[in-house]
């Protein structure tokens, strides 16, 4: 069953130019492991960009937006080996999926020269 749906359109060079007038922005928006994923790739502030897109997306889908329990940090975008990007939830945002009895979470992004996309169906358990 589906809980929520969720989408999101990023301008990659508003990012861009934010990020780089506010020097601890990845920081406040991305883990560890996402920042260093996007510093990898050629077009750094695409993955950037989609990864801020799925981030919102997420948090439209959940039907929160920002809140004292879904933050930025506690959703993590990953790209396992030859995988889809996918989403894992952390602390509080895990904790309020739990609570909501929340299952698979389905991510598509994509990106090109302009602009970073993304879409997140959330599924409800049976239970």
């Excluded at 934010?18 to 993955?47: D, G, P, V, W």
């Excluded at 930025?72 to 790209?79: F, T």
Aim: charged letters at 25%; a neutral charge.
């Amino acid at each position: 069953m589906i809980y929520g749906i969720g989408t999101d359109i990023v301008k990659i060079a508003r990012l861009q130019r934010s990020m780089e007038q506010n020097t601890r922005m990845a920081q406040k928006l991305f883990t560890e492991a996402e920042i260093s994923y996007c510093e990898s790739r050629a077009s750094k502030y695409q993955s950037y960009a989609a990864r801020f897109a799925a981030k919102e997306a997420v948090m439209k889908a959940l039907g929160t937006g920002w809140d004292e329990r879904v933050h930025w940090q506690n959703i993590e975008i990953i790209k396992p080996d030859d995988s889809a990007p996918c989403v894992v939830l952390h602390n509080d945002t895990k904790a309020f999926a739990i609570e909501q009895g929340l299952g698979k979470i389905h991510l598509s992004i994509s990106h090109e020269k302009d602009y970073a996309t993304a879409f997140v169906v959330v599924e409800k358990t049976n239970s």
